[in-house]
């Protein structure tokens, strides 16, 4: 299966090319490295999450692949060790006139990935994640079911988030709220709260666990709070599967 048909397409000319210098190490960062290429005019931040191969033309295998964290518009940072790229590998020490090529592994629409995996098997000897690499929902809606995708991406998901919070109840006196969820069968929330998400001491508490989805948007009311509840926060977790 080629990449082409899988995953988002690379625009010419624009995520491959040459390096016009040779590659230096972070001056704010000895884990980062810095390429650059002149020619271009990025948009500042358009590929921070995507991989990279900066020698593309000598690594035709495709083993080095390097997390960017930044981009102007001529300089790529990646995540990287310096000694192995310079002295422990010098034939692989990027520099000037080095082909690169930059990936992106989120599928693309159409994908033969998209609901090709599976959400559970008990012959499979590991647990699915409740969330992909971008912490989206890892069960979504994609072609024609709601089935995990391959990959670690899932295609056109939505992050966990609680859209509305609001009093009800005879005096007001209950919290209720509504996030946005999964609503692949079988899908589990957690639901927590805390006086000071800042404090050094203070923990979360579960209010509640493995609350059901109800499709698309999923509504939980806290009937818990005291007379002078102060301050309260809420955030909302995956439960189990």
Same mark, same amino acid.
């Given at each position: 299966?080629?990449?082409?048909? +899988?995953?988002?397409?690379?625009?010419?000319?624009?995520?491959? &090319?040459?390096?016009?210098?040779? =590659? +230096?190490?972070? #001056?704010?960062?000895?884990? #980062?490295?810095?390429?650059?290429?002149?020619?271009?005019?990025?948009?500042?931040?358009?590929?921070?999450?995507?991989?990279?191969?900066?020698?593309?033309?000598?690594? @035709?295998? #495709?083993?080095?692949?390097?997390?960017?964290?930044?981009?102007?518009?001529? $300089?790529?940072?990646?995540?990287?060790?310096?000694?192995?790229?310079?002295?422990?590998?010098?034939?692989?020490?990027? /520099?000037?006139?080095?082909?690169? #090529?930059?990936?992106?592994?989120?599928?693309?629409?159409?994908?033969? =990935?998209?609901?090709?995996?599976?959400?559970?098997?008990?012959?499979?000897?590991?647990?699915?994640?409740?969330?992909? /690499?971008?912490?989206?929902?890892?069960?979504?809606? &994609?072609?024609?079911?709601?089935?995990?995708?391959? *990959?670690?991406?899932?295609?056109?998901?939505?992050? @966990?988030?609680?859209?509305?919070?609001?009093?009800?109840?005879?005096? &007001?006196?209950?919290?209720?709220?509504?996030?946005?969820?999964?609503?692949?069968? *079988?899908?589990?929330?957690?639901?927590?709260? =805390?006086?000071?998400?800042?404090?050094?001491?203070?923990?979360?508490?579960?209010?509640?666990?493995?609350?059901?989805?109800? &499709?698309?948007?999923? $509504?939980? $009311?806290?009937?818990?709070?005291?007379?002078?509840? *102060?301050?309260?926060?809420? /955030?909302?977790?995956?439960?189990?599967?």
């Amino acid at each position: 299966m080629s990449k082409e048909s +899988v995953v988002v397409g690379d625009p010419p000319g624009e995520w491959d &090319g040459t390096w016009s210098e040779d =590659c +230096v190490l972070s #001056q704010n960062n000895k884990y #980062q490295v810095i390429f650059e290429d002149s020619s271009k005019n990025w948009a500042p931040s358009e590929f921070v999450g995507k991989f990279i191969n900066p020698v593309a033309d000598l690594d @035709l295998e #495709q083993h080095r692949q390097f997390l960017i964290v930044s981009n102007t518009s001529s $300089t790529i940072t990646v995540w990287a060790d310096w000694k192995m790229i310079t002295e422990d590998s010098p034939d692989l020490w990027v /520099k000037e006139e080095h082909k690169y #090529q930059i990936y992106d592994f989120h599928l693309r629409s159409g994908s033969p =990935c998209i609901d090709k995996g599976t959400n559970s098997d008990p012959g499979i000897p590991f647990n699915l994640p409740s969330i992909d /690499k971008d912490e989206n929902h890892r069960i979504w809606y &994609g072609n024609t079911s709601w089935t995990v995708d391959m *990959g670690a991406f899932e295609f056109d998901s939505e992050p @966990l988030a609680i859209t509305n919070i609001e009093r009800t109840g005879d005096e &007001g006196t209950d919290i209720e709220l509504t996030w946005i969820s999964s609503p692949a069968a *079988g899908t589990k929330y957690d639901v927590w709260y =805390c006086e000071d998400p800042y404090s050094s001491t203070e923990g979360w508490s579960k209010l509640d666990e493995n609350v059901l989805t109800e &499709g698309s948007t999923t $509504t939980w $009311t806290d009937t818990s709070i005291p007379p002078d509840p *102060g301050h309260r926060f809420y /955030k909302v977790s995956y439960g189990s599967y």
